[in-house]
């Protein structure tokens, strides 16, 4: 180590404050004035249960009043600007035993579907999602960030066209016995829906092409910012807005690059799942002056997120997630 | 082991256990539960030797902060909020402080039992029940990016 900064470290939390003596070992509880303590746990069960049932109905009454009142608001559909109001995140399937995590590895809240047609999510995981149609065939959705790479296919379509959505071309084929509709969005985002062909192309074609023009991404991007350097203030709006979705419900998407002192950028996004797991992806790999082995990305998969007040000025804050999966149980952002 | 006995052995280790939970965790209310825990985990299971008794202590009390990190557990009345927010303020205030604060949890832990509480990387691998080769990974990482912010802060 540089004995620099091991003087530090020495020098200065030796100067922290000790505890009193007589606080240097716990001190025999006392019993609380209001509830005996075998009974706090018959007290806090029922009282979180019913905090929990409140949130649940607040919550859901919320959401209902939102989408009366703004169906779409901050995300609009593609194809499909003013969003429909009866659209909804489809529930999770029953029957359903298959992962059902949210979010993408690469950092993008996923597109959705919000269509009356789709009963349930059978599957989520990463790039892909598979929903049951109420007509009760299975509906695949793959995205891949970037654009889809190149690649020889084996196969020869039987049929293909195109359809417009909303100013969005689309393409369609048929190819060993499914449909499928695809195209490649404005973030270059490739996106393809498909389902067994059924007797009807016509009709496959109808129901692919209304489910596509509800396609819109699943939470709200709060946007991208730059900070010059680890100190520097960064916009707490920006925080605000993350932290107001997660509130209510809604997955967040916030993007910020830190400056090192040399000037490389090292990007990191938060993607806030409420009752997922939150990630944070943190890219080394710009950053010229660390060490070659610390040039990597790091990915946070945590359970749990809250806010933590800056000492020095409690009215900002990062966030703190804990519970974490990845290089360390906890991990902060920005 | 008699409590007496054990007292005696855990107050010559208080000062720079408290101050190294305190700096891991960045919570005054939070590192004295720590210390009040690992305490009362050594009276129920002492370590088996004592040499290393500010490490042992450090890693259990850092342990049971992580299970017990949950609100209401440190809610223990207003005087120690306040005076949690002061020992706070100066943690930010100092040079240390303020680059710990750069670091994960894992990183400040192992930053501090290595370079505050003297434990040799050995030793500190062996405690935390990882390889002695994530434990220099991890110190290399933690230096790196205090030496970034060093410049910051």
């Keep these: ?334 | 082991m008699q409590r007496d006995e054990w007292e005696a052995l855990y107050r010559n280790s208080v000062p720079r256990v408290y101050r190294g939970l305190l700096a891991t965790l960045g919570d005054p209310a939070l590192a004295e539960d720590a210390l009040h825990e690992a305490f009362a985990e050594g009276l129920r299971n002492p370590p088996a030797r004592s040499e290393n008794l500010p490490g042992w202590l450090f890693r259990v009390g850092l342990r049971k902060a992580r299970r017990q990190r949950w609100p209401f557990s440190s809610l223990s009345g207003l005087e120690k909020a306040a005076a949690g927010d002061a020992i706070t303020g100066l943690l930010d205030r100092l040079e240390a402080g303020r680059l710990l604060a750069l670091l994960t949890e894992r990183q400040r832990a192992l930053v501090v039992a290595h370079y505050y509480l003297g434990l040799t990387q050995a030793e500190t691998a062996n405690l935390f029940g990882i390889r002695p080769g994530t434990v220099s990974a991890t110190i290399a990482q933690a230096l790196a990016r205090m030496r970034k912010g060093a410049s910051h802060v």
């Design chain 1, 1 to 334: 180590m540089s004995d620099d900064l091991e003087r530090i470290v020495q020098r200065d939390l030796d100067r922290l404050p000790l505890l009193p003596p007589e606080r240097w070992v716990p001190q025999p509880k006392r019993p609380s004035p209001l509830t005996p303590g075998w009974l706090r746990p018959l007290v806090l069960v029922p009282v979180t249960l019913m905090i929990a049932l409140v949130a649940i109905a607040a919550g859901t009454q919320l959401a209902d009043w939102r989408a009366q009142r703004e169906p779409a608001a901050g995300r609009p559909a593609i194809g499909d600007p003013a969003g429909t109001p009866e659209s909804r995140t489809p529930p999770r399937c029953a029957d359903s035993v298959r992962p059902q995590s949210e979010i993408t590895a690469a950092g993008l809240l996923p597109h959705e579907p919000r269509s009356p047609l789709l009963e349930c999510v059978l599957i989520a995981e990463r790039n892909s999602r598979v929903y049951r149609l109420t007509d009760g065939r299975s509906l695949k959705l793959f995205e891949y960030p970037g654009g889809l790479p190149v690649k020889p296919s084996a196969s020869t379509p039987d049929q293909t066209g195109t359809r417009v959505i909303g100013g969005q071309s689309w393409s369609w084929l048929t190819i060993n016995g499914q449909t499928v509709f695809s195209t490649t969005l404005s973030d270059r985002t490739y996106v393809d829906l498909s389902v067994p062909t059924g007797s009807d192309l016509n009709a496959d074609l109808a129901i692919l092409e209304s489910i596509a023009s509800t396609l819109r991404p699943s939470g709200l991007d709060c946007g991208t910012a730059r900070m010059s350097n680890a100190g520097s203030p960064y916009d707490q709006a920006l925080l605000d807005c993350v932290w107001a979705a997660y509130a209510r419900g809604e997955a967040a998407r916030l993007s910020i690059t830190m400056v090192t002192t040399e000037g490389d950028p090292v990007p990191t996004t938060l993607l806030a799942v409420p009752g997922g797991r939150s990630i944070v992806i943190r890219d080394l790999t710009a950053d010229n002056f660390s060490s070659p082995a610390d040039r990597i990305v790091n990915t946070y998969s945590c359970t749990a997120l809250t806010r933590r007040p800056w000492a020095t000025d409690p009215k900002r804050y990062v966030f703190e997630l804990s519970d974490c999966l990845g290089p360390a149980l906890t991990a902060t952002f920005p």
